[in-house]
Nanobody, 120 residues
Framework: QVQLVESGGGLVQAGGSPRLSCAAS????????MGWFRQAPGKEREFVAA????????YYADSVKGRFTISRDNAKNTVYLQMNSLKPEDTAVYYC?????????????WGQGTQVTVSS
């Protein structure tokens, strides 16, 4: 059974720098691209950042580029999201995603999410 367990969220002051972690189990971690998404109250889930299986390539939403850094440790089956210079608009539930495509079929797994609340 695949599990993605996020941690590191909580109440943070604006300008703070928390780090989210996502520990994966039940899958061949280094076969999957990993990503972070977020969903604010009343809004749709949106892409935040992603990293290829090797860690060689990363992608970011424009709203977090230059402030957030995604990384992974394949030996620990863990992906991280270092968040710097947090703003109140970064308040959301942050979800970890694992995905891969085989023979044209995409498989996605999701964590339960971790709340990040940024106070001004």
């Amino acid at each position: 059974q695949v599990q993605l367990v996020e941690s590191g969220g909580g109440l943070v002051q604006a300008g703070g720098s928390p780090r989210l972690s996502c520990a994966a189990s039940g899958l061949a971690f280094d076969n999957y691209a990993m990503g972070w998404f977020r969903q604010a109250p009343g809004k749709e889930r949106e892409f935040v950042a992603a990293i290829r299986w090797s860690g060689s390539t990363t992608y970011y939403a424009d709203s977090v580029k230059g402030r957030f850094t995604i990384s992974r440790d394949n030996a620990k089956n863990t992906v991280y999201l270092q968040m710097n210079s947090l703003k109140p608009e970064d308040t959301a539930v942050y979800y970890c995603n694992a995905n891969r495509r085989r023979i044209g079929i995409r498989t996605d797994y999701w964590g339960q999410g971790t709340q990040v609340t940024v106070s001004s």
